[in-house]
């Protein structure tokens, strides 16, 4: 009976955190319009009021002085995205502990009509985490306790707050023999909670599956403070709505995720890398269906990069070195195996990049032999979307569309106005 109270919750205070539609009586708008266009002009709903004194006073009585930031030079970091192109002028950022914290001031900005835009690790590449005008920034990077880790009874299940850093989760989990199921170029700063969010698909989907699979609850606080606790541990639920789902790439349109439990794999001993280049598109394509069916299960990763990016990388960073030299190939195709038997594992990706070659689907190869090459091919394929110069200079089509296309989405799920 308490799926179907959440569900009815819910849909009665579903929010807006970034100029979206008012969520109670005082502030009721007209039915909103999405805008799909990059070129529309946005202007802030004058229904929202703006940050007073009072206001700033209230915070600091439940977050006190070093949760209500205020910094011109913090603020700055806070309205800028990851790539530099999007800048908000929010003129306060909060930063609350716990999920108590997060409910009062939910509570608290749902009866004076403030805006607030929820952030993480702020390392998307689409302005989605930065505030459009002056929202309110709430940043849950404080609540980073890991809270459990089952490896035992459950297999590998972590219970998290949404503020831990990928990458110390990674490092946990490492020392625990077990791995997280997702992986980012940005592990370093990206949070749990954003990525849950976003539904970030990560470096090891092809083996692991999105997040709507691994994670298997989760806490998340609506507009008007109300908590929804969804922070189950058993995979297998079939007892009415499954509403995490409904939050898991929602990107903070519906509530602030403040905890995550996530079920992990164990860490599998053999691990076998090769960076490859194909000559065109099709033959990238062709080496995929191939990989499936050769590779099977100890398949883990496939990952594309075209001759633009590599040329990028090879150009602003120091210290990479192009793998297959001397000449920049069309495409380079990453190859990651995981499994459990060294000698198979290698003899089998050896066979199968042999029959690659000999079928013309791979024109040059390297197969990784110790750690330190295999790290230094990560590197490549991850620094890619870290750096400015390749989502502003790259011509590739294939990346471009996906930066607009996710663009796109960005505006229809935050810039609905009325």
Known sequence: MEKWRAADRLLKFSSRFASAVN???????????????????????????????DDISYFKTILGERGVVQDALALDAANTDWMGKYRGSSKLLLQPKNTEEVSQILK????????????????????????????VIINVGLMRNILSFDK????????????CILENLISFLD??????????????????GGNVS????????????????????????????????????LRKDNT???????????EGSLGIVTKVSILTPPKLSSVNIAFLACEDYTSCQKLL?????????????????????????LKHLDGVRNPLPPSIHNFYILIETTGSNETFDKENLEAFLLHSV??????????????????????????ITMHPHFVVSSKSPILLWRVLWNWELTLGVYLKLS
């Open 198 to 233: 976003t539904n970030a698909g990560g470096l090891r989907l092809l083996r692991y599956g999105s997040l709507h699979g691994s994670v298997l609850g989760l806490e998340a606080v609506l507009a008007n403070g109300t908590v929804l606790d969804m922070l189950g541990t």
């Open 23 to 53: 969520w109670n009586n005082s502030c009721k708008s007209k039915q909103g319009k999405y805008f799909y266009s990059v070129a529309t002009t946005v202007h802030r709903n004058p229904l929202f009021s703006s940050i007073s004194p």
């Open 289 to 313: 269906l191939e990989a499936k069916k050769k590779l099977g299960g100890i398949l883990s990763a496939f990952e594309f990069l075209d001759s633009d990016a590599m040329s990028l990388v």
């Open 240 to 250: 009415g709505y499954d509403l995490k789902h409904l939050f898991i790439g929602s």
């Open 108 to 135: 608290y900005c749902n009866s004076r009509c403030l805006a607030v835009v929820p952030q993480g690790g702020n390392t998307g590449l689409v302005g989605g985490s930065v505030p459009v005008f002056d929202e």
């Open 358 to 383: 000999e079928s013309g689907l791979v024109a040059n190869g390297v197969l990784a032999q110790d750690i330190n090459q295999a790290s230094s091919f990560w590197h490549i394929r991850e620094v």
């Open 175 to 192: 020392d625990e023999g077990f791995i997280m199921p997702l992986d980012l170029g940005a592990k370093g700063s990206c949070q749990i």
């Open 152 to 163: 035992v009874i459950v297999s590998g299940v972590l219970v998290c707050e949404a503020g």
